[in-house]
Structure formats: structure tokens, C-alpha cells
């Protein structure tokens, strides 16, 4: 695992040391990475300015950008490493921040995703398995949102909820198109 230090640079936390990582670091096991959240925070301004480019959120207040922002970590995602695999069970959402990703279907190319889109919402409410694999074509910079944080998020805002089930609704529509279900 990865761990990010005060000073930005990354270091090795071994295994044995997780349990004892101090409350300020987020362990992400099924994503083998360790976020300090102090060193990875950006500014406030800077972390909504970036949710606001997202279209899921662009309509967003700025309270609303802020109760995102809160909960989103951001974490940098190495080239040709699978972010999210086919039938995996979801555990965040994810929001591409800058970089490209291709997605797979049974090996198969189905689109590319880029700065501003975004994936997880689905499995995360429905609770079924990740329908594609995530495999970033250059290095990704992302913004985390665990399942916990975003539940928590549609359940304090209606119109955050409104956003991301209508966006939900084009996705499963655009999903049934490509694996030819209509």
C-alpha cells in the first residue's frame, strides 16, 4: 500500500501497520492505497472548482458543491491499473478528475471516459456488481467518494439525489443500447 506524506511524497505503509493508522488516514483496502487526508486535501475553492466542472454537479449550489467536497478524497491512479473491475462488489463513486480511462465489457472496448465523467453511482445503488472494467490509459487524478459518504449524501440533499438518479436513468438507458438490450 501507498500512503501519501505531509510533505507529498508517497511511501510504503506495510501491512502489519494499517490497523494502527492514525484517524487523519484513510485506508482504502480493495483499492490497495492509504490516503493522508491532510496532505491530500486541496483548498476548499480548488476541490469545488473541480467538482463544478463535473456535469453531475455543475448545477450544484455552492453548498451543495461543499457537502461533495467534504467527502470526496482525492487520490492519484497509475496508468494501465484496473481502478474498478467487471463483477466486483462496489464499495465508491468516481469522478475523473484529469486523465483517460478505457471501459471493458467482457475484454471487450465499450467508451472512454475523461476529465469530468464519472462511474460507481450505479453499483452503488443497486447494489449489484460493477457491470465493466476501468483501466486508465494515462495516470488519473480522482475524486473519491466512499458508499457510506455518498448514501449519505443523496439521503441530506433531494436535489443532489434528483441529479445523480437522472443520471443514473441515461446511463442505464445508454448501457441497455450498448449491450444491445432495448
Not at 26 to 34: E, I, K, P, Q, T
Request: hydrophobic residues 40%; glycine residues 6%; positive net charge.
Amino acid at each position: 500500500m501507498l500512503a501519501e506524506t505531509r510533505y507529498g511524497k508517497r511511501r510504503a505503509l506495510p501491512a502489519h501497520r494499517w490497523y494502527c493508522a492514525p484517524r487523519s488516514v484513510r485506508v482504502y483496502h480493495h483499492l490497495d492505497v492509504v490516503i493522508d487526508s491532510p496532505s491530500m486535501r486541496l483548498h476548499k475553492d480548488a476541490k469545488m472548482e473541480m467538482l463544478h466542472r463535473v456535469p453531475l454537479f455543475r448545477e450544484c449550489s455552492k453548498q451543495q458543491l461543499r457537502s461533495v467536497a467534504s467527502v470526496a478524497d482525492e487520490l492519484d491512479w497509475p496508468q494501465g491499473r484496473p481502478i474498478a473491475r467487471q463483477g466486483e462488489s462496489p464499495r465508491e463513486f468516481i469522478v475523473i478528475v484529469e486523465g483517460t480511462a478505457d471501459v471493458t465489457i467482457d475484454s471487450t472496448k465499450v467508451g472512454t471516459l475523461g476529465a469530468g465523467d464519472f462511474f460507481g453511482e450505479m453499483s452503488l445503488l443497486t447494489q449489484q456488481p460493477r457491470i465493466a472494467t476501468v483501466t486508465p490509459m494515462s495516470p488519473l487524478r480522482v475524486l473519491v467518494i466512499t458508499e457510506r459518504a455518498f448514501s449519505g449524501l443523496l439521503r441530506s440533499d433531494s436535489a443532489i439525489q434528483r441529479k445523480v438518479l437522472a443520471a443514473v436513468a441515461a446511463r442505464a438507458a445508454a448501457n441497455d443500447l450498448i449491450l444491445g438490450k432495448q
